[in-house]
């Protein structure tokens, strides 16, 4: 507020300018740049915009140039700044699965009339959000015939700066086309894509696209305990009511929500045991009845002992039903002791589709909170007594309330990764937007074409929400799915965000170094909403690192712009999409989402610390494993066995790929032929992979084989689809393909004939029993697991150099087993000494690392002996 109070008073005496017709504006704005002001609270933005005048006062916060976010109609007269930083640092994590960082905006009325109708309130709102939105406009850079024009009348200090486009928010949902209108009107180069959401947009509450996000979160809570929520009926609790976009849309996602309470800003609802089938069908009615709230209910719907009740009424009396219900002898209840009591009701969901804060920690005071409204029914996380929580809405918990409550055994993401859904459908409406835009303005579309193109790309759009919105989610179980055992390179991606000024441990309610040393002493790993904070960083970092040519210009990664886009896009415009606007940071966020989402939040990181490639050669060479290995499909196969699978398989399914895709990115960035392109890797390892794969019970020993079957087998018994089983179960085997591809274009002989030399050698020489030695080796910080890795890229190695000597000393084209036989032979002398010295390492269960680098090195001399006596 002081911030505020300091431009107020220079603006005082003279805040009026004239527009282009020269009259005068009720207004003014600024564009600072916040980071120079060293006595603004933390986190500061990149830029911000201040529009004053006597009748509305705003505030733009962005993270970056290419930045979006919704204006918030503020009731908070003193601290309505504050509120907007605070949803603009949730919108800055929330943005990481989009194009544009973080934004927010916010503006006060400052003479509403008090006591006044609701529509003459809803026009002083308009009228003071079109003078907050040509406040913004009138600071903002435009572009016209591919320049870049400074707006008039304005001292411009920055560079050029066109790229702001806003987005709908509380008590804004319906003025999209305002904001538009004035964009056409200022001539910006957005036109209707400056505001998404707009009559000419996609409808967020018509396509239910937040709740559809956030209730991928809430069936993969539900999958985690056993639970299929859609064919099950489960109990819930609910904040909100059903004319709401993201709650009414959330309580009809499922036919099996049994709802006993709920409550908004006058009713609280209540209904003991309430029939499934009945209730959805009332819920869904009042959804569509406009304006409707919890009194339209149909009260002979709802089951004995309950009803609803007022906000307002000095007490509730509680019938023997609610009593039950709350686990309570109580006669009656305030309201809002009510309220908490629903909040802590052991149900199977907390559905949070409302505004306000209602879960804090023990450690929190309200006033910490920010939300004095909702002072009096806030409730601690450890007090919850839900399995799982869905948070549809914005700021529903505090972060600590979260991880107190995600500490106890409760399942939560955070809001911004379960209600990622909206921001990213707007993003897709202004990236799709932008691309027509220019080709109505070229003359290849009417402004009637591109509007029914947008109209039938709806589904489309929203299948690629859906399916971020899954994989963001099932990317955060993956990591936790090991829980303690991950928490030492996690500490160490921390540090590092730290180290590089990207991240503020106390700002985002990380663990101190002293708080995880006491986790991994007790064995306990971050929690859900921890890591969903970690991912989000992992891709934001990401963004910004792989918008470089490096990226952007690589064909087979370029591709990923054009498949960005919904298919009928993709089919008629695929050549005018290699020129968006945004193109290199459209390929940037999708490859950046794939690296986390498909590895891990450290997974390029840690590349970058084991190997010392770029973060550019980590996402191509990434590339190339995850293609040559087939694991986008595999992939796809295993989520595709949701509800058939126990998800703790799938987990592990998708856990031991990951780490083959690490082992195999790590080869390609050592190994590969440099000068190749990503798709001429492809192409030369690709066949090597299927061949083998086709073949690979023919190359291997017997013993080993068996191996594989057993494991198959394993996997099957868990119901895991045979095709799955087998590719997960060779996949550490067909690693080896790699090697071997190059061994036989070496050598020019039968990629067959080199790996029946390669697998019988292995296994004659114990070199596979050695390898699963080094893969269970423990490890207890980063320097034993680069040891670790380093291990099994020497004994890769050493295989394929022996591998290499015996078809050296191989001129005929005898059978394998003979070939093996004769160098095994004629080696005897110097095949001893490993063997006794695997012997020793056999008499012992655990070893020391020492061990395994004596004995490389060993290995070592072996194959280099053998190369000098051939």
């Given at each position: 507020?002081?911030?505020?109070?300091?431009?107020?008073?220079?603006?005082?005496t003279?805040?009026?300018?004239?527009?282009?017709?020269?009259?005068?504006?009720?207004?003014?704005?600024?564009?600072?740049?916040?980071?120079?002001?060293?006595?603004?609270?933390?986190?500061?933005?990149?830029?911000?915009?201040?529009?004053?005048?006597?009748?509305?006062?705003?505030?733009?916060l962005?993270?970056?140039?290419?930045?979006?976010?919704?204006?918030?109609?503020?009731?908070?007269?003193?601290?309505?700044?504050?509120?907007?930083?605070?949803?603009?640092?949730?919108?800055?994590?929330?943005?990481?699965?989009?194009?544009?960082?973080?934004?927010?905006?916010?503006?006060?009325?400052?003479?509403?009339?008090?006591?006044?109708?609701?529509?003459?309130?809803?026009?002083?709102?308009?009228?003071?959000?079109?003078?907050?939105?040509?406040?913004?406009?009138?600071?903002?850079?435009?572009?016209?015939?591919?320049?870049?024009?400074?707006?008039?009348?304005?001292?411009r200090?920055?560079?050029d700066?066109?790229?702001?486009?806003?987005?709908?928010d509380?008590?804004?949902?319906?003025?999209?086309?305002?904001?538009?209108?004035?964009?056409?009107?200022?001539?910006h180069?957005l036109?209707?894509?400056?505001?998404?959401?707009?009559?000419?947009?996609?409808?967020?509450?018509?396509?239910?696209?937040?709740?559809?996000?956030?209730?991928?979160?809430?069936?993969?809570?539900?999958?985690?305990?056993?639970?299929?929520?859609?064919?099950?009926?489960?109990?819930?609790?609910?904040?909100?009511?059903?004319?709401?976009?993201?709650?009414g849309?959330?309580?009809?996602?499922?036919?099996?929500?049994?709802?006993?309470?709920?409550?908004?800003?006058?009713?609280?609802?209540?209904?003991?045991?309430?029939?499934?089938?009945?209730?959805?069908?009332?819920?869904?009615?009042?959804?569509?009845?406009?304006?409707?709230?919890?009194?339209?209910?149909?009260?002979?719907?709802?089951?004995?002992?309950?009803?609803?009740?007022?906000?307002?009424?000095?007490?509730?009396?509680?019938?023997?039903?609610?009593?039950?219900l709350?686990?309570?002898?109580?006669?009656?209840m305030?309201?809002?002791?009510?309220?908490?009591?629903?909040?802590?009701?052991?149900?199977?969901l907390?559905?949070?589709?409302?505004?306000?804060?209602?879960?804090?920690?023990?450690?929190?005071?309200d006033?910490?909170?920010?939300?004095?409204?909702?002072?009096?029914?806030?409730?601690?996380?450890?007090?919850?007594?839900?399995?799982?929580?869905?948070?549809?809405?914005?700021?529903?918990?505090?972060?600590?309330?979260?991880?107190?409550?995600?500490?106890?055994?409760?399942?939560?993401?955070?809001?911004?990764?379960?209600?990622?859904?909206?921001?990213?459908?707007?993003?897709?409406?202004?990236?799709i937007?932008?691309?027509?835009?220019?080709?109505?303005?070229?003359?290849?579309?009417?402004?009637?074409?591109?509007?029914?193109?947008?109209?039938?790309?709806?589904?489309?759009?929203?299948?690629?929400?859906?399916?971020?919105?899954?994989?963001?989610?099932?990317?955060?179980?993956?990591?936790?799915?090991?829980?303690?055992?991950?928490?030492?390179?996690?500490?160490?991606?921390?540090?590092?965000?730290?180290?590089?000024?990207?991240?503020d441990r106390?700002?985002?309610?990380?663990?101190?170094?002293?708080?995880?040393?006491?986790?991994?002493?007790?064995?306990?790993?971050?929690?859900?909403?921890?890591?969903?904070?970690?991912?989000?960083?992992?891709?934001?970092?990401?963004?910004?690192?792989?918008?470089?040519?490096?990226?952007?210009d690589?064909?087979?990664?370029?591709?990923?712009l054009v498949?960005?886009?919904?298919?009928?896009?993709q089919?008629?415009?695929?050549?005018?999409?290699?020129?968006?606007p945004?193109?290199?940071?459209?390929?940037?966020?999708r490859?950046?989402?794939?690296?986390?989402?498909d590895?891990?939040l450290?997974?390029?990181?840690?590349?970058?610390?084991?190997?010392?490639?770029?973060?550019?050669?980590?996402?191509?060479?990434?590339?190339?494993?995850?293609?040559?290995?087939g694991?986008?499909?595999?992939?796809?196969?295993?989520?595709?066995?949701?509800?058939?699978?126990?998800?703790?398989?799938?987990?592990?399914?998708?856990?031991?790929?990951?780490?083959?895709?690490?082992?195999?990115?790590?080869?390609?960035?050592?190994?590969?032929?440099?000068?190749?392109?990503?798709?001429?890797?492809?192409?030369?390892?690709?066949?090597?992979?299927?061949?083998?794969?086709?073949h690979?019970?023919?190359v291997?020993?017997?013993?080993?084989?068996?191996?594989?079957?057993?494991?198959?087998?394993?996997?099957?018994?868990?119901?895991?689809?045979?095709?799955i089983?087998?590719?997960?179960?060779h996949?550490?085997?067909?690693?080896?393909?790699?090697?071997?591809?190059?061994?036989?274009?070496?050598?020019?002989?039968?990629?067959?004939?080199?790996?029946?030399?390669?697998?019988?050698?292995?296994?004659?020489?114990?070199?596979?029993?050695?390898l699963?030695?080094?893969?269970?080796?423990?490890v207890?910080?980063?320097?034993?697991?680069?040891?670790?890795?380093?291990?099994?890229?020497?004994?890769?190695?050493?295989?394929?150099?022996?591998?290499?000597?015996?078809?050296?000393?191989?001129?005929?084209?005898?059978?394998?087993?003979?070939?093996?036989?004769?160098?095994?032979?004629e080696?005897?002398?110097?095949?001893?000494?490993?063997?006794?010295?695997?012997?020793?390492?056999?008499?012992?269960?655990?070893?020391?690392?020492?061990?395994?680098?004596?004995?490389?090195?060993?290995?070592?001399?072996?194959?280099?002996?053998?190369?000098?006596?051939?």
């Open positions: 507020r002081r911030y505020v109070e300091m431009i107020d008073a220079t603006l005082r003279n805040y009026y300018q004239l527009d282009k017709a020269g009259n005068i504006k009720p207004y003014v704005s600024f564009k600072l740049a916040p980071s120079s002001i060293t006595d603004m609270p933390l986190p500061l933005p990149k830029f911000e915009i201040f529009v004053y005048s006597p009748r509305v006062e705003g505030v733009h962005r993270w970056g140039k290419v930045a979006r976010g919704g204006l918030r109609w503020s009731d908070r007269k003193e601290d309505f700044r504050t509120e907007v930083l605070g949803l603009v640092k949730a919108q800055q994590v929330k943005n990481t699965v989009i194009v544009p960082v973080g934004a927010k905006g916010g503006f006060y009325c400052k003479q509403m009339p008090a006591g006044a109708p609701r529509a003459v309130i809803q026009e002083e709102g308009k009228a003071c959000y079109r003078l907050f939105i040509r406040g913004l406009l009138d600071v903002t850079d435009n572009i016209i015939g591919g320049e870049v024009i400074p707006p008039k009348s304005v001292v200090h920055d560079e700066d066109y790229y702001l486009v806003v987005a709908a509380k008590g804004t949902a319906t003025f999209s086309d305002i904001a538009n209108e004035i964009s056409l009107e200022y001539g180069w036109g209707d894509a400056f505001a998404s959401g707009g009559s000419v947009g996609y409808d967020h509450k018509k396509m239910g696209i937040t709740a559809r996000g956030a209730w991928e979160s809430v069936k993969r809570h539900f999958r985690e305990i056993g639970v299929n929520c859609q064919t099950t009926d489960f109990t819930c609790v609910g904040i909100g009511d059903m004319a709401g976009d993201v709650f849309n959330g309580m009809l996602l499922s036919e099996h929500t049994q709802l006993v309470g709920a409550f908004n800003h006058m009713h609280i609802f209540v209904d003991p045991t309430p029939n499934a089938a009945k209730s959805f069908v009332e819920r869904k009615r009042l959804f569509e009845l406009p304006g409707s709230s919890w009194d339209d209910y149909n009260r002979e719907l709802i089951s004995a002992g309950g009803g609803i009740f007022l906000r307002s009424a000095k007490s509730i009396k509680l019938s023997p039903e609610m009593q039950t709350l686990g309570t002898d109580k006669a009656s305030a309201p809002n002791e009510l309220i908490k009591a629903l909040l802590c009701l052991n149900v199977d907390l559905w949070n589709g409302g505004i306000g804060t209602y879960v804090k920690s023990a450690r929190e005071s006033a910490e909170v920010g939300d004095r409204s909702n002072d009096v029914l806030r409730v601690n996380g450890r007090d919850l007594r839900a399995r799982i929580v869905g948070e549809g809405g914005n700021l529903g918990f505090t972060q600590l309330g979260r991880v107190e409550y995600a500490s106890q055994g409760g399942r939560i993401n955070t809001d911004f990764t379960d209600n990622v859904g909206g921001v990213d459908c707007s993003d897709n409406e202004v990236n937007k932008i691309l027509l835009n220019q080709l109505v303005a070229a003359g290849d579309l009417t402004l009637k074409q591109r509007n029914q193109m947008l109209y039938e790309m709806t589904d489309d759009v929203a299948q690629i929400v859906i399916t971020n919105a899954y994989r963001q989610s099932q990317s955060i179980s993956v990591t936790s799915f090991r829980g303690a055992e991950q928490l030492k390179e996690q500490q160490r991606f921390i540090q590092g965000l730290e180290r590089e000024g990207k991240l106390g700002l985002e309610f990380l663990p101190s170094d002293e708080e995880l040393s006491e986790r991994m002493a007790a064995g306990q790993g971050l929690t859900r909403p921890e890591l969903a904070v970690l991912v989000a960083y992992g891709k934001m970092v990401l963004k910004e690192q792989l918008n470089c040519p490096e990226v952007t690589e064909p087979f990664l370029a591709n990923m498949t960005s886009f919904p298919a009928k896009l089919q008629q415009f695929g050549a005018a999409l290699a020129q968006h945004l193109r290199g940071e459209i390929i940037a966020t490859v950046a989402n794939m690296l986390v989402n590895m891990g450290n997974f390029a990181s840690r590349m970058k610390d084991e190997t010392g490639a770029s973060v550019a050669e980590v996402a191509c060479c990434f590339a190339m494993a995850r293609e040559v290995f694991l986008n499909q595999l992939w796809r196969d295993i989520e595709g066995c949701d509800n058939l699978v126990d998800a703790q398989t799938q987990l592990e399914l998708m856990f031991y790929s990951r780490r083959i895709v690490r082992r195999a990115t790590r080869w390609f960035l050592r190994a590969r032929n440099r000068s190749w392109s990503i798709s001429e890797n492809i192409a030369f390892f690709r066949p090597a992979f299927e061949t083998l794969g086709q690979l019970y023919e291997m020993d017997e013993s080993e084989v068996a191996e594989h079957q057993q494991a198959v087998a394993a996997l099957v018994a868990k119901q895991v689809p045979q095709a089983a087998r590719q997960v179960a996949m550490s085997s067909l690693f080896s393909s790699l090697d071997l591809a190059q061994i036989a274009a070496e050598h020019k002989t039968d990629i067959l004939r080199a790996a029946n030399v390669y697998y019988r050698l292995g296994a004659k020489l114990d070199l596979h029993w050695f699963d030695q080094i893969n269970h080796q423990p207890g910080n980063h320097w034993q697991a680069m040891a670790r890795a380093s291990f099994r890229e020497d004994l890769d190695w050493q295989q394929r150099s022996l591998t290499s000597v015996v078809l050296e000393g191989c001129k005929d084209q005898r059978e394998c087993a003979t070939i093996l036989a004769d160098w095994i032979s080696h005897e002398q110097l095949l001893s000494r490993w063997t006794h010295m695997l012997a020793d390492f056999k008499t012992t269960s655990t070893h020391e690392f020492a061990k395994f680098s004596v004995a490389l090195r060993e290995l070592n001399l072996l194959q280099l002996n053998c190369r000098t006596s051939a």
